[in-house]
């Protein structure tokens, strides 16, 4: 997610009591007594001994293609193990389409639905349906939640080296006010020239509502 939207939602989280430790590798994992014990090395900050009850491993996707016998068709993986495909679900045997966490493209419920019913048309009906993944908004519901759609500010300033964003608190947004819940932010990215909305990211209360109308800008 943006950088700042990122920062905003740690501050919270930290404001809850939470300690979130970033830059850290695991070196050796106990299980002393029945809790959990972890030796971690954080960058700049040596080695530290954390202890708890309970450990949750949530260190991102791995691609399970392993023993579906893609190498015997011809279909080509990507370096992380996942099903390349083009804009109209094809892998690189024309015949055959992959849709869902497989491909590795956002990894949302929806989408595979979406490209699972894109495939199929695209399929038996021949009808060049392709997705714009840059129009599908994704919510995680923390608290305060977080919200996202379309490209980043640093994703488009890497690639254009110019853009006209701006950022609000929710402190100076009059509903959020209202309802006495002024916790997070609202950013905007905008193309300088044309003045298209390229992207929104926001973290505070109902982010995931408030991001279906940024969808439709």
Known sequence: FD????RELQRHLEDEGITIITGTSVKEANKPNGAVELLVDIKGKGE??????RLLIATGLKANTGDMGLENAGVELDGKGFVGISDLMQTSQKHIYAAGDVTGLMPLETVAAKQGNIAALNMFENAGKTINYLEIPQAVFTSPEVA???MTEEEYMAKYN???CRTISFEHVEKAAAIKDTRGLIRMVVDPKTMQVIGVHLVGPMAAD???????A
Not at 3 to 6: D, G, I, K, L, T
Not at 210 to 216: F, L
């Open 3 to 6: 950088e700042m939207v990122a």
């Open 210 to 216: 408030i991001i279906t109308t940024a969808a439709y």
């Open 162 to 164: 110019v853009c006209l």
């Open 148 to 150: 996202s759609i379309g």
């Open 48 to 53: 530290r001994r954390l202890s708890a009850e």
